[in-house]
């Protein structure tokens, strides 16, 4: 069997469904639409929907200057079907992704929603960034067979995705998902106990209170803040994690490299309490060094730039060693 046949037989021949049409439901529904499953894409609001269709043919195009999609993107295309209800979306589908509003009272009327519609084999994952499950879908027929299965925007680029369960996720769930995402080309983190924000955000919540307080105090503006990122440590992040990138940078790798800068490290930690939120000046400064580099005219824009920039790194790992 070739890939797209190998990954129908993991879902029996079934579509899957996605279930919120925005940015990040409609880069899932090119993530599984580019692997060879059929897709319904839904959402409550049909102009979402609308405009889903043709970011998601313009994104299919781009993936093909890039050498990202082994078929014409309009072959892609078809395979993504745009649903009016959500019953038609999840009817008799081996798998829902959902991508509706970070709100835990919206997904939780969607899981009591998908309780009465969902078939009972039906396996689904929420895209939230960092909502445990455990807040909206316990409790339920369905409670067994719905984890976290969360991207990084836009999936079908990025492809890392944490899977985490809820205490009443059954093992099988899990094992599915883990199936499933690694079939469609996704590299799977397994969160092992429920934390919210998960791994990667909580990894990226650390570095955006620092970046935000050296502002705040005047020690850089978010122009060299970026560079430092950008031209700095994103260069070696941009293939290796920060525990090789700490074995690598001392003579007799991490454990020496602990001894050498652990006490440096623990003394920045020491230095910062980050009770505060971003105040309202704080944002305001930040807002206003942005802008003076990117006009709002231009957001959009520099958005398509971004993907066309990640399209070229996906397609350079594409040549490399799967573990960079």
């Not at 994952?125 to 369905?142: D, E, K, N, R, Y």
Request: charged share 25%; hydrophobic share 45%; with cysteine.
């Amino acid at each position: 069997m070739n890939q797209h046949q190998d990954i129908a037989a993991l879902c029996a021949g079934r579509p899957v469904a996605i279930v919120g049409a925005g940015l990040v439901g409609a880069g899932w529904a090119i993530v599984f639409a580019r692997a060879g499953l059929n897709v319904r894409m839904f959402d409550a609001n049909p102009d979402i929907t609308r405009k889903a269709v043709p970011l998601i043919e313009a994104q299919l195009a781009g993936l093909q200057r890039h050498g990202l999609i082994d078929e014409e993107p309009a072959v892609v295309l078809a395979r993504i079907t745009p649903v009016a209800t959500l019953a038609e979306a999840v009817d008799g589908v081996a798998y829902v992704q959902e991508s509706v509003l970070e709100r835990v009272d919206v997904k939780r009327q969607l899981m009591v929603d998908l309780d009465a519609l969902a078939a009972p084999d039906t396996v689904i994952g929420s895209s939230t960034s960092g909502i445990p499950g455990s807040a909206f879908a316990l409790g339920l027929s369905i409670s067994p067979r719905v984890l976290i299965a969360h991207p990084v925007n836009p999936p079908y680029l990025v492809p890392v995705v944490e899977l985490v369960p809820s205490p009443e996720t059954a093992g099988s769930t899990v094992d599915f998902a883990d199936a499933l995402m690694r079939a469609v080309g996704q590299a799977v983190v397994h969160v092992r106990k429920e934390v919210e924000g998960f791994v990667l955000n909580r990894l990226q919540a650390v570095l955006l209170r620092e970046a935000w307080a050296l502002v705040q105090e005047g020690v850089a503006s978010c122009e060299d803040v970026d560079k430092t990122i950008r031209d700095g440590l994103g260069w070696r992040w941009s293939f290796m994690g920060p525990f090789e990138t700490i074995d690598l940078n001392a003579p007799g790798g991490v454990a020496d490299y602990a001894v050498r800068l652990g006490p440096l490290y623990q003394r920045i930690a020491e230095s910062r309490t980050h009770e505060a939120p971003w105040d309202a000046d704080l944002i305001r400064e930040v807002e206003s060094h942005r802008r003076q580099h990117l006009a709002d005219a231009d957001l959009e824009a520099r958005r398509a730039w971004r993907d066309e920039r990640l399209m070229e790194f996906a397609a350079t790992r594409r040549t490399q060693d799967p573990r960079t």
